[in-house]
C-alpha cells in the first residue's frame, strides 16, 4: 500500500496535536506554520481547560459537562460531536499530565481543579493562569521528539497562501510563502488539515495574538469551503483595553473569586479602596444570584454594557468596570494567578492585588468557522480538515470558558486519523497529480503577489486595516441593529474597492511583512462581509448574538446552521438542521428565575 | 490625507525613535529616525506600527515598514525580544514612558539578523532538540493519569516551565559568542525541568551527557547576566548550578548506577 502523505497548516494545540496523531500512526507529515510554534496563539490561553473528572466529590459527570456546554452555547451546537468531546476530555487531561503540564497540584498530589463560567462546579483543570502556554509547550515537546526521529518535517516561518485543486476540486495539497525569501512554493499531499486558529485580526484590536488573521479560512472559503455561524463572535467581559491590543483578564479572576462592580453612585470620583461594601453595586451577584460573577462571557458582557451604556455607571463615566481580586490573600493569588496580573501590572503599572482592575469587554474569540461535518472534521472539500478555532462544531452560539483547549485538542486528534483514513483510501495519490496543477496554482499565487507589489495606488494598507477593524467592533459585537449592519456591509465593500488602490510603500523580495499583511487583509475583508452578512440575516437572538430589535430566540425559524458559500465574488447563505438529539432545547436564562 | 502620525495624538508631544535598519543581510545596517505622536501607554509595538502606517523619517525621507518580530503582544510569545536602548528585552512589554528618548531600538547581537529587527534564534530550538528536552510518551492514548506530585513541586518547576525563548538571556551572556556553542542558561534551565520530572527523569543520563558535552554547562563561566534580563524572572542561576551538580554527580558515579 502506498504512503499516505499529511501536511498541517497551523501550529496551535490543534495542529500539534494532529501531527503528534499522524506521527504515532508512522505517517509522515509535514507542519507548516508562519512563527516557530512555540510563538502560537495558544500561549494565550490563560485559565484552564475542562474536564469532567468529578475531584471535588460534587457528583460532576461527561454528561453534566456535555449539558453546560449546549446549554452555554444557546443549543446551536451539535449535540453528537459536543457529547463525544465532553466524553474525551478527562482522558486528554490525563494524556497532558503524563506530558508534563505543571498543572496546579491539591495537597495529596493529584490534579487542581476551579471553577469557571457557566457551570457551578469545580471542572477546570490549571497551570497558573498560564495553561495554554503549558499545554503548548508541553505538545510542541513531543513534536520535537518526533521531528529529531524525523518523523514530523516543520516548515517555521511560512504563510499559507491556497489550497492545490484538482479538476474534480479535490485538494491535493497546498500553497505557501517562505515569509523570508518570499518564493511561493507548491507541497504536494493527499491531505490537509487546517488549525489556523481565531480571526482577531478582523476586529482591529481583540484578545487574539497578531497572527490570528483568519487569513487561511478565508482563502479556502474562497476556493469553495464552506463557512459556518460565522455571526456568532465571542466578546470577553473583562479585558485590559489598549491601542495595539486589549489585554485579556481570564475568567479565572472570577473562578478564584474576583467580584465585578461599580460604585453605586454614578461619576464616583473616590479611589475604588475608599469606596464602603454598601456603596459598590456588585451587578452580576445581584441579577445572577446563583451563577453571580461566573455567568457565561455573553451574559457578563451584556451586563457590563448595560452598566455602562444603558445606566451610565462605568468608572467615572468612562466605558469601564472594576473586576476586583484585591480581596483575596497575595499568596492565592501569587499561586493561582500571578500570569495574568503580571500583565495588567506590566502593561499598566497598577498592582492588582492592591487596586481593583479597569476593565472591559474586547472581541476574543469565534464560534463560527469553516464548516466540518458531525464526525471526521472534514470540510465539504475532499481533503480538506479543520480542527481548533479555525472550524465551528464545539461551541454553538456562545463558548465556555476553558473549553475551548479541550476542543482544540479532540479536533486534533480526530482529524489526524480521519484524514488519514481518506488519504489511504485514496485511489491515486497526490504523486499522480499532473504537475501542471502545481504549477498553475503557484502561478495564480505569484500573480497575486506582483500585482499587489506593483499597484501604484494612494491606499494604505495599515489604515484600511484600522478603518475595518472600528467598524467591526462598533457594530458586529455585543449590540446589532440591522441598519448598522447594512452601512457595516457597505463600508467593508468601500474598503475592498480602495483595497485595489493600495500602495505597498516596500517593494522589496526580501522578508517582506508588508506584502504578507497585504494578503491577509484581502482575505480579512472577505471573511469581515462574511461575518456581517450573517448577523444580518439572523433575525432573533441568541448567544453572542443579540439584536434588540428580535431580543428573543427563535427556534422556529433560526434553530440552525448558518452555511455560507462563496460564489465568484458574492456570500449565499444556506441553513441546515442542528443535531439535537439528546438534549432537547429549553429556555437559556441564569437569572434568579432560572 | 492626514498628515499627523495615526492615532489621533493631539498633545504635540512627540516620541522620538531611531531604528536600526538592514534590508538584508548583505547591506550594512544604517540609523533611521522617526517622530511620532505621543499617547498614553505607548509601547515599542505601538511605535512600530505607526511607522508602518507612515513609513516617512523625521527628515521626510519615505522609507519602508520595519520588519519585525511580535505575535501575542503580552509577553508570552516570546517573539518580539529586541535591543531597547542598549537593553535587552521583550518590545510589547516595554512602554515608552519609562524610557530616555532617542529611543534606540536595535536587534539582538547574538543571532544571525534576517531584515532590521528580525534574528533567526532557531538555534534555540535546536538545541532544546539536542538536549532531549521533553518527557518520553508511550503514546497519547489513554494511559490513566499521571504521576503524582505534590504542590511543593509544581510550585518550584512550574516557573521553570514559563521560558518563552525570547533569548533575552542568551543575548547578554558573555560566553554566547561567535567562538562558543555554549547553548545558555535558557537550554540548562530546561534541562533541569525535565530532569525533575518523574517520567522525564528517564532521560537523565542521556541529557546529562549532553550537557557535558560542547557548549554543556562547562561552558558557564557565572556572570549572572541572564538572570537580570529574564522576562518571566526564571532562577536561572539556580538551575545552572543544579544541572551542574547533576553533570558531576552523573561524571563521579555515572558508572556505578549503571
Ligand atoms: S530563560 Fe528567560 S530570558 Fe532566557 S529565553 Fe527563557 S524567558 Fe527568555
Ligand atoms: S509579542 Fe509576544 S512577547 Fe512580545
Known amino acids: 500500500m502506498r504512503e499516505p502523505k499529511i501536511i498541517v497548516v497551523g501550529g496551535g494545540l490543534a495542529g500539534l496535536m494532529a501531527v503528534i496523531r499522524a506521527a504515532e500512526a508512522g505517517v509522515p507529515v509535514d507542519l507548516f506554520s508562519i512563527v516557530p510554534v512555540k510563538r502560537s496563539h495558544s500561549v494565550c490561553a490563560q485559565g484552564g481547560i475542562n474536564a469532567a473528572k468529578n475531584l471535588k466529590g460534587e457528583g460532576d459527570s461527561t454528561d453534566r459537562h456535555f449539558d453546560d456546554t449546549v446549554y452555554g452555547g444557546d443549543f446551536l451546537a451539535n449535540q453528537g460531536p459536543v457529547k463525544r468531546m465532553c466524553e474525551a476530555a478527562p482522558g486528554i487531561i490525563d494524556m497532558l499530565d503524563r506530558m508534563g503540564v505543571m498543572f496546579n497540584r491539591t495537597a495529596e498530589g493529584l490534579l487542581d481543579f476551579r471553577r469557571f463560567g457557566g457551570t457551578l462546579f469545580h471542572r477546570t483543570a490549571f497551570a497558573g493562569a498560564t495553561t495554554g502556554q503549558q499545554m503548548l509547550y508541553a505538545l510542541d515537546e513531543q513534536v520535537r521528539r518526533f521531528e529529531s526521529e524525523r518523523k514530523v518535517k516543520k516548515y517555521e516561518g511560512w504563510t499559507f497562501l491556497s489550497a492545490v485543486l484538482d479538476d474534480h476540486r479535490v485538494c491535493r495539497g497546498i500553497c505557501a510563502m517562505d515569509l523570508k525569501t518570499m518564493e511561493v512554493r507548491t507541497f504536494p499531499a493527499d491531505a490537509a488539515i487546517f488549525c489556523t486558529g481565531g480571526i482577531g485580526a478582523v476586529f482591529g484590536r481583540s484578545t487574539n495574538s497578531v497572527v490570528c488573521t483568519g487569513s487561511a479560512q478565508s482563502a479556502l472559503f474562497q476556493q469553495g469551503a464552506n463557512y459556518a455561524n460565522a455571526e456568532f463572535i465571542q466578546v470577553h467581559p473583562t479585558a485590559i483595553p489598549g491601542e495595539d491590543k486589549c489585554r485579556l483578564m481570564s475568567e479565572s479572576a472570577r473562578g478564584e473569586g474576583g467580584r465585578v462592580w461599580v460604585p453605586r453612585k454614578p461619576g464616583d470620583k473616590r479611589p475604588a479602596k475608599q469606596i464602603p461594601e454598601a456603596e459598590r453595586f456588585y451587578f452580576l451577584e445581584e441579577w445572577y444570584p446563583k451563577y453571580g460573577n461566573l455567568v457565561p462571557r455573553d451574559i457578563a458582557t451584556r451586563a457590563i454594557h448595560k452598566v455602562v451604556y444603558t445606566q451610565k455607571m462605568g468608572l467615572e463615566g468612562a466605558p469601564a ?22 500583565i495588567y501590572e506590566k502593561f499598566l503599572g497598577v498592582d492588582p492585588r492592591e487596586h481593583p482592575m479597569r476593565v472591559f469587554p474586547a472581541m476574543h474569540y469565534t464560534m463560527g468557522g469553516l464548516w466540518i461535518d458531525n464526525t471526521n472534521q472534514a470540510t465539504n472539500v475532499s481533503g480538506i480538515y479543520a480542527a481548533g478555532e479555525c472550524e465551528y462544531q464545539y461551541h454553538g452560539a456562545n463558548r465556555l470558558g476553558a473549553n475551548s483547549l479541550v476542543s482544540c485538542i479532540y479536533g486534533g486528534m480526530v482529524a489526524a486519523p480521519a484524514a488519514i483514513r481518506y488519504a489511504g483510501g485514496l485511489d491515486k495519490g497526490c504523486e499522480s497529480v499532473p504537475t501542471i496543477v502545481y504549477e498553475n496554482e503557484r502561478r495564480r499565487q505569484e500573480q497575486i503577489n506582483d500585482t499587489m507589489l506593483h499597484a501604484e495606488g494612494t491606499e494604505n494598507p495599515v489604515t484600511i486595516w484600522k478603518e475595518m477593524g472600528d467598524w467591526m467592533t462598533e457594530h458586529v459585537t455585543v449590540v446589532r441593529n440591522n441598519p448598522d449592519l447594512e452601512r457595516t456591509d457597505a463600508k467593508l465593500q468601500e474598503l475592498a474597492d480602495r483595497f485595489k488602490k493600495i500602495n505597498l510603500s516596500d517593494r522589496t523580495s526580501w522578508a517582506n511583512q508588508t506584502l504578507s499583511f497585504c494578503r491577509e487583509l484581502q482575505n480579512m475583508l472577505v471573511l469581515a462581509r462574511c461575518i456581517t452578512r450573517g448577523a444580518l440575516a439572523r433575525n432573533e437572538s441568541r448567544g453572542a448574538h443579540y439584536k434588540p430589535d428580535f431580543p428573543d430566540r427563535n427556534d422556529a425559524e433560526w434553530l440552525k446552521t448558518t452555511r455560507a458559500h462563496y460564489d465568484c465574488g458574492t456570500i449565499k447563505f444556506t441553513y441546515e438542521p442542528v443535531d439535537t438529539s439528546t438534549i432537547p432545547p429549553r429556555a437559556r436564562r441564569y437569572d434568579a428565575k432560572a | 490625507m492626514d498628515t499627523a502620525a495615526p492615532g489621533g495624538g493631539n498633545s504635540g508631544r512627540k516620541v522620538v525613535v531611531r531604528v536600526k535598519r538592514r534590508p538584508d543581510t548583505r547591506e550594512e ?21 505607526d511607522i508602518a502606517e507612515r513609513p516617512v523619517t523625521r527628515d521626510g525621507h519615505a522609507t519602508t515598514p520595519v520588519s519585525y518580530e511580535a505575535s501575542c503582544l503580552e509577553e508570552v510569545c516570546g517573539a518580539c525580544a529586541m535591543l531597547i536602548n542598549g537593553v535587552s528585552r521583550q518590545a510589547c512589554s516595554t512602554l515608552v514612558d519609562s524610557l530616555e528618548q532617542p529611543i534606540r531600538i536595535e536587534p539582538l547581537t547574538k543571532f544571525p539578523v534576517v531584515r532590521d529587527l528580525v534574528v533567526d534564534r532557531s538555534i534555540m530550538f535546536e538545541n532544546l532538540k539536542r538536549m532531549k528536552c521533553w518527557v518520553p510518551l508511550d503514546g497519547t ?4 493519569p499521571g504521576p503524582r506530585i505534590s504542590p511543593e513541586v509544581q510550585e518550584k518547576y512550574y516557573p521553570l516551565a514559563r521560558c518563552i525563548t525570547c533569548g533575552n538571556c542568551l543575548e547578554v551572556c558573555p560566553q554566547v559568542n561567535e567562538n562558543s556553542d555554549f547553548v545558555g542558561a535558557a537550554i540548562l534551565s530546561q534541562v533541569r525541568l525535565f530532569n525533575a520530572h518523574p517520567t522525564g527523569a528517564m532521560h537523565m543520563k542521556e541529557r546529562l551527557a549532553a550537557v557535558m558535552g560542547p557548549g554543556g554547562v562547562a561552558d558557564c563561566a557565572n556572570a549572572q547576566n541572564c538572570v537580570e534580563v529574564c522576562p518571566k524572572q526564571i532562577p536561572l542561576t539556580e538551575s545552572i548550578a543544579e544541572v551542574n551538580r547533576q553533570a558531576i554527580r552523573e561524571a563521579v558515579f555515572g558508572w556505578l548506577l549503571g
Open chain 1, 321 to 342: 468596570v472594576y473586576l476586583d481580586v484585591s480581596h483575596i490573600p497575595r499568596e492565592t493569588l501569587d499561586r493561582k494567578l500571578e500570569g495574568i496580573l503580571e
Open chain 2, 29 to 49: 545596517p544604517r540609523w533611521e529616525e522617526f517622530a511620532l505622536d505621543w499617547r498614553p501607554h505607548m509601547n515599542i509595538i505601538i511605535c512600530l506600527r
Open chain 2, 141 to 144: 492514548y489513554d494511559l490513566g
